[in-house]
């Protein structure tokens, strides 16, 4: 990382949120239900699948917990309406794992019971490093009740390759492989980006033997083109795009023309679809990440004298 990023990174809290509110809405559907069901249902006429998350993590009473899982539940009421194979995505922390894993296994399980009356997956997602092992408790505990369950794994971290066979032992898989947005220190992560595509390629060859199914969550050009590889020595890109047991995962406004590539080849391409009032740490998660845009953020702030 550059000094000019590194000084940018640490500005980024100080945006006021006005500022980047302006960026944000390219990767958040809106604050309501309403505006992501519409975003779904355009993704979905244009050959896409979804994966719909309620922003929010880190809650610290069991009420909010209960709250972001009924938030849930109103929008699997209303899915159906606008498609049969949404993916619903929840973070560990929103249902409540910093409170307890048996008010967040509850919570979880009750969704994954409504997901599957639809048949419908859920998707657990992997937060910071310090909530790993409650995750993947949670996670252990609910998966042979709920087959429709799914987890996310990071290929930044060194612990990764041990959790894949730690979960591949456990019987059928279902994974979202990401790099990891999480800024983790070099004591437990790679932080380098080449070692992390390395690490990435290696997991997503052992999720595949093992007989998982991977979404392929990145937009990264190189390591797409090295997934593509794989999937051809794997004879994996063959039959109809839905029995695969693969498919490519990307962020609502990043890289559209690369989903839009994979689309017309054939793939399965599926996009995370946030919504809601909590935009604000996702947002700044992204622009961590990705010190091009936090560029044109701070423009905007200086063109605008806030």
Not at 48 to 61: A, C, N, Q, R, Y
């Amino acid at each position: 990382m550059s000094l000019v990023d590194g000084l940018l990174r640490a500005s980024l809290p100080l945006i006021p949120r006005r500022v980047l509110w302006t960026v944000a809405r390219r990767y958040v559907a809106g604050d309501e239900l309403e505006d992501a069901l519409g975003v779904v249902a355009r993704l979905r006429g244009e050959g896409f699948g979804t994966i719909l998350d309620v922003l929010g993590e880190g809650v610290e009473s069991a009420a909010h917990a209960r709250a972001a899982a009924a938030e849930y539940h109103r929008a699997l009421v209303r899915l159906p309406a606008v498609d049969a194979h949404t993916v619903v995505s929840v973070k560990p922390t929103h249902l409540g794992l910093s409170v307890g894993t048996e008010l967040c296994s509850e919570l979880l399980s009750e969704l994954c019971a409504a997901a599957a009356a639809q048949g419908r997956r859920v998707r657990l997602e992997m937060e910071d490093a310090p909530t790993i092992d409650g995750t993947l408790a949670v996670f252990s505990g609910l998966r042979e009740r709920h087959p429709n369950l799914g987890c996310v794994l990071q290929a930044r971290l060194f612990r990764t390759r041990d959790d894949v066979d730690r979960l591949l032992a456990g019987g059928p898989l279902n994974v979202r492989l990401v790099k990891g947005i999480y800024l983790e220190p070099a004591s437990i992560a790679w932080t380098e980006d080449r070692d992390i595509c390395r690490s990435y390629l290696e997991l997503a060859r052992r999720l595949i033997d093992g007989g998982a199914f991977v979404g392929l969550a990145t937009h990264d050009d190189l390591l797409g083109d090295n997934l593509l590889a794989l999937l051809r020595e794997r004879g994996l890109d063959r039959g109809p795009p839905a029995a695969r047991r693969y498919e490519f995962q990307l962020l609502l406004g990043v890289r559209r023309e690369l989903a839009e590539t994979w689309r017309d080849a054939g793939h399965h391409v599926r996009i995370y679809v946030p919504y809601g009032r909590e935009w604000h740490a996702y947002s700044l998660r992204r622009l961590r990440r990705n010190p091009q845009i936090a560029r044109h953020v701070l423009r905007a702030l200086v063109a605008r004298g806030a």
